[in-house]
């Protein structure tokens, strides 16, 4: 008895062992390295995410970019963003190229059920979209900010949906019924949750900010805004009651023990805030800027308290993960990135890993070594004495100053070339989805139009006082056909039989607007501390019409013919659905 007892253990082992993992990745937006009690904050309690390193591995040299659709376009591809097409956040800047493999074609290729919930940023239309990247399921919103973090107009595969409650909750309440799903149906999953707190706007559920609005705040760095700090604080929080949320699911599905999860943030702090005394927050390539805790469970697999010294990034998620999850893996183009999963097993770095470079850029460029940094102005630290880059030391090590200022020339001038590419015009109708959403933040306005904000994410147009003004987008019509048009809207009652025209080529509609929407600007009564993005309002759709388009590039062109009050519309957003 004793040895079919031992024998039938060892069976269910090996049959174990066979097993692809689950992967679930979780992705902070602007929380700093410091924003977690495992690293010493006593401002916060983050309990639920020092339990990933606790039970599993921590990197305590992790980098990523100082903005977010960098830092995403990365993980992503296991490549430096401008090579992936990467230079902005906003405007189109934020697509990644179309011949980028990515983390989602890889394991949607090998069989997982890929799910991604919350904020993309990488791309809006389809072939950019996530559905279009190896993601089959996709709950959020594309963009880089968004106005309003309480029952917000979402997408849900490329539908227009309205969240339920505060959106960080809601995306754990989808990434979990994904989850449930797929385990249901006998299938690995690879759940990606791109949080989009701490970001402003500076909302959070009672709970937390009442939690916090009185915090003294005994750990404190620079010039701070304390008001934006207590809000930044319960919003990470608010993030560590859903992992915690998250991982009590695993357990519920009993898969936690072969499950993968990693935590990260894809860049610094987004204001002065305690962050362990490190030089530079978000937008800055010093190290406060880039570096970002890495942490991963696998019960399964990997030691628990394990401390990995050895510089790493973001780029060597998805080779890393290949390796790891057995999934076949063959790069389109040269990876940047490493294979780092030896060193999470319990492996020595090799030598090529023990001596490589992380460039960091945004604006400027910084290089980090196992011990140093070059920053941006050519200036040499020695980290592992100096985290704060107090003192340049490169007349001390001028050997090493001088190879790494040649190293920074030369990627520079490597990565300016990748960006030198031919304009993307925005894809309208491809075959991949029924649904392309052409919003304010992409158009060109034209006349007396005004941005409801300088930060176009999730703008709109208004002041439409003059048959004069128009917005325009450049496109590239995908698929030939008929296309049904809504267009989300608010106006005054004076507005109704307003005459709009939309036009591609010399194809267009006519139609009025037949009913008033006279909303104001919300979302400040949410707001923690003021916020510097665009509000938004609760526009409505109409049924524009259907126009029909011709595959090839193309002019789209809105305007007003005819105004029949003070103003014409304040718009948001055009919605194609091919017929």
């Known amino acids: 008895m004793k040895y079919a007892t031992l024998f039938l253990f060892c069976v269910a082992q090996v049959a174990y062992s066979t097993s692809r993992p689950n992967v679930v990745i979780f992705l902070s937006d602007d929380q700093g390295w410091g924003d977690f009690s495992r690293h010493g904050n006593t401002n916060l309690s ?68 890929t799910g991604a919930f919350g904020k993309w940023h990488n791309g809006m239309q389809a072939p950019y979209h996530p559905n279009s990247r190896g993601f089959e399921e996709f709950y959020g919103f594309c963009s880089g900010h968004w106005g309003n973090y309480y029952d917000p107009l979402l997408e849900h595969n490329g539908k227009m949906v309205k969240g339920k409650g505060f959106c960080v909750d809601d995306f754990t309440d989808k990434a979990m019924e994904f989850m449930e799903k797929s385990n249901k149906a006998g299938k690995p999953f690879f759940a990606y949750l791109p949080y989009n707190t701490p970001h402003s706007p500076m909302q959070v559920p009672d709970k937390w900010w009442d939690a916090h609005k009185a915090n003294p705040l005994k750990m404190r760095q620079g010039k701070e805004n304390i008001e934006h700090t207590r809000a930044a604080l319960a919003m990470c929080e608010n993030i560590d009651w859903n992992v915690g949320r998250l991982l009590r699911k695993l357990d519920d599905l009993k898969v936690a023990r072969n499950t993968i999860v990693i935590y990260f943030n894809d860049n610094g702090p987004n204001g002065a805030r305690w962050n362990g005394g490190m030089k530079g927050r978000k937008g800055s390539s010093d190290e406060g800027g880039v570096r970002s805790p890495l942490l991963v469970r696998w019960p399964a697999k990997i030691c628990a308290g394990k401390k990995v ?29 490493m294979d780092i999963a030896e060193v999470l097993l319990g492996e020595s770095p090799s030598e090529e890993l023990a001596n490589r470079r992380i460039f960091s850029r945004w604006r400027s460029t910084s290089v ?87 930060f176009p994410n999730c703008s709109y147009f208004g002041n439409w006082k003059s048959t004069e003004d128009f917005l325009t987008w450049d496109v590239e019509v995908q698929t030939s056909g008929k296309y049904a048009v809504q267009l989300w809207y608010a106006c005054q009652k004076d507005a109704v039989g307003t005459k709009l025209k939309l036009s591609a080529g010399k194809s267009s509609i006519v139609n009025k607007i037949s009913k008033p929407n006279p909303v104001k600007d919300k979302g400040m009564e949410q707001d923690r501390v003021p916020r510097k993005e665009s509000y938004v309002k609760d526009f409505i759709p109409m049924n524009l019409g259907t126009i029909e388009l011709i595959k090839g590039s193309s002019e789209l062109k809105l305007e007003a013919l005819d105004i029949t009050g003070e103003e014409a519309i304040e718009f948001r957003l055009l919605f194609f659905e091919k017929l």
């Open 46 to 113: 983050t309990p639920n995410i020092d339990s990933l390193a606790r039970d599993g591995a921590s990197f305590e040299s992790f980098y990523v970019c100082p903005v977010c659709s960098p830092t995403r376009a990365e993980f992503l591809t296991g490549r430096y963003h401008p090579r992936g097409g990467v230079y902005s956040t906003s405007a189109g800047g934020e697509r990644l190229d179309l011949d980028e493999l990515t983390i989602g074609d890889v394991f949607k290729a090998a069989g997982y059920a």
């Open 309 to 337: 010294t050895q510089i790493s990034g973001a780029i060597d998620l998805l080779p890393s993960l290949a390796t790891l999850c057995e999934v076949p893996f063959s790069p389109k183009n040269p990876l940047d990135g």
């Open 368 to 454: 980090r070594t196992q011990q140093f940094r070059l920053d941006s102005k050519g200036k040499l630290f020695d980290l592992a004495a100096d985290i704060g880059q107090q003192k340049d030391m490169s007349s001390e090590y001028s050997e090493i100053a001088a190879q790494l200022r040649k190293e920074v020339a030369d990627w520079n001038s490597q990565m300016q070339m990748e960006l030198n590419q031919p304009k993307r015009p925005f894809p309208l109708g491809h075959p991949d989805s029924p649904y392309t959403q052409v919003p304010a933040r992409d158009a060109i306005s034209h006349g007396g139009l005004q941005r409801s904000n300088k």
